[in-house]
């Protein structure tokens, strides 16, 4: 799995951290998503695809 995010969709509503924290973090300044792991190891995926899927901004992106 590789996770791509696009900051300039971001809308700082931090469900990819509630999420997945081991994954996601926000910039403190203005919430942005920060990307902490690309390539995340097999247990963080379920974490990952929920993140994407509750991201309301669609700016988290995986491939498998």
């Known amino acids: 799995m590789k996770v ?3 900051e300039d969709k ?3 509503a931090g469900q990819c951290v509630l999420a997945a924290d081991q994954v996601f ?3 403190e300044d203005d919430g942005v998503v920060v990307l ?3 390539l995340p190891p ?3 995926h379920s974490a990952v ?3 994407a899927a509750r991201c309301p901004a ?3 992106e995986v491939l498998k």
Do not use: F, K, T
């Open 10 to 12: 971001c809308v700082g």
């Open 42 to 44: 097999e247990d963080q």
């Open 49 to 51: 695809e929920d993140a």
């Open 25 to 27: 973090d926000q910039r």
């Open 4 to 6: 791509i995010i696009d």
């Open 36 to 38: 902490l792991d690309a």
């Open 58 to 60: 669609l700016a988290i």
